[in-house]
């Protein structure tokens, strides 16, 4: 019995680590959010663990791991203050060009991918709106740069639940992604628009 309890805390810390590698900035302005994320909420079928997003701030702080958080990088062996950068780490993004590139089709498609791994809390069907009000209004709050933590911060549910079956299934599709981002950035941005006017001859 306690070698099968081991082998069950091993996998979901192995889940939640990965799911805590969303939690990063990633490159139609809303109405600011009613609230902002408190908790992160890692699931897959009855399994349910949280981290607080007050916790990811400590860290960020103080460069300090607490609670399950703390539990999840030692297991992984991560090196907190490393973590701390990271969460600290901002991506300078002027608020046009987000906006922009969020309502391009490859934008539609990349936050349709990411809105099945991380959406509100047993609300899947607002996970888009929420993610791009996020990303946006981050960026907004941050002056034109984004954070995890500013992300966080904008992110319009108290509870935000990551996928463990739909993370892990993107994970097995890495090069699929990759490719993704490779024909954003490399194309022209009017030439992605589903509305663009086709070329002149």
Aim: proline letters at 6%.
């Amino acid at each position: 019995m306690q070698i099968a309890s081991l082998g069950r805390k091993r996998q979901a810390l192995v889940a939640i680590a990965l799911g805590l590698s969303l939690v990063v900035p990633w490159p139609a302005v809303s109405l600011p959010p009613a609230s902002a994320a408190e908790n992160l909420v890692f699931v897959s079928g009855a399994f349910r663990r949280s981290i607080a997003v007050a916790d990811l701030e400590h860290l960020a702080k103080t460069g300090q791991a607490r609670g399950l958080l703390a539990d999840v990088l030692s297991f992984s062996r991560q090196n907190p203050q490393e973590i701390a950068k990271l969460l600290n780490q901002s991506v300078s993004l002027p608020v046009s060009l987000v906006s922009r590139l969020l309502n391009t089709r490859i934008g539609e498609a990349i936050l349709q991918r990411l809105s099945v791994i991380v959406f509100p809390l047993k609300a899947s069907q607002a996970g888009i709106p929420a993610m791009r009000s996020a990303m946006v209004l981050g960026v907004v709050e941050g002056n034109g740069s984004i954070s995890a933590i500013s992300f966080l911060r904008a992110y319009p549910a108290q509870q935000m639940e990551v996928s463990i079956p739909a993370l892990m299934n993107l994970i097995s599709k890495t090069s699929s992604i990759t490719e993704l981002v490779r024909f954003f950035s490399e194309s022209p941005l009017d030439g992605l628009r589903g509305d663009a006017p086709a070329a002149a001859p």
